[in-house]
């Protein structure tokens, strides 16, 4: 791993995940993972662990830069990120680091991995790469993630779950159709949801910059959990 991004995100990162129990008599099989968006957690994934708590399941919302340390600014943001996902093998190192103590946490349960944005992008490389994987959801990610190419990294029992607005700038025809021929040509369990007149961020509840190519969708966002339950409970057997 390389010394900059251990510097950054490894050594000394005191992270506070967010662990989400079911408070019923018994939850499903299935464990989501959610990764969140360029500014690291928030309030509105630990929401969303709610919510899926409340369809039956157990969560971790992920705090992916450790405490302390979300950038705030729009440059910030995006300089993290850079640094982030520059190189494959940090990358899921740190992400197959941050599962293994969430799957110590959560024994015998099915990983499935949902994130938003970069966190979109993250669940991708995370049901790619991590053999414990069970799913993948990504809502408006990213599509230049890292591939598994070869049989000894390639995690081919991972579902495949994308949500994408079709308007989305972050999101072009050629990025989508090469991901959609990856996962095709890999053998994978894939679905690729496109909203149309869809934005990025559909799914973030402040996202009002359309001029941008930013806003949220009240019937993309119904639509998109309304299929991630289905998802989940298809998993979790």
């Known amino acids: 791993m390389a010394t900059e991004f251990e510097k950054q995100f490894v050594n000394n990162i005191k992270r506070a995940h967010v662990h989400v129990a079911w408070d019923g008599d018994d939850s499903s099989e299935v464990h989501v993972v959610i990764w969140p968006t360029w500014s690291g957690l928030s309030d509105f994934e630990k929401g969303f662990a709610e919510d899926i708590v409340s369809w039956g399941h157990t969560a971790t919302a992920v705090d992916l830069y450790g405490v302390g340390n979300n950038p705030t600014e729009l440059q910030a943001k995006a300089d993290t990120m850079m640094a982030l996902v520059a190189n494959k093998e940090s990358l899921i190192a740190l992400q197959t680091s941050i599962c293994e103590d969430i799957a110590e946490a959560h024994p015998n349960k099915k990983l499935v991995h949902v994130g938003f944005c970069l966190g979109g992008r993250l669940s991708l490389e995370a049901g790619l790469h991590i053999p414990t994987s069970q799913g993948a959801a990504s809502f408006h990610g990213l599509m230049n993630f890292h591939r598994a190419t070869s049989s000894v990294e390639i995690n081919q029992k991972t ?76 998993i979790a057997g």
């Open 159 to 234: 579902k495949i779950l994308i949500f994408n607005g079709y308007q989305d700038p972050m999101v072009d025809v050629e990025s989508a159709d090469k991901a959609r021929a990856y996962f095709d040509e890999q053998g994978f369990d894939w679905q690729f949801i496109d909203f149309g007149q869809t934005k990025h961020s559909f799914m973030l509840p402040d996202a009002n910059a359309p001029q941008e190519g930013h806003a949220f969708s009240a019937a993309a966002n119904a639509r998109a959990r309304h299929a991630l339950r289905f998802f989940l409970d298809e």
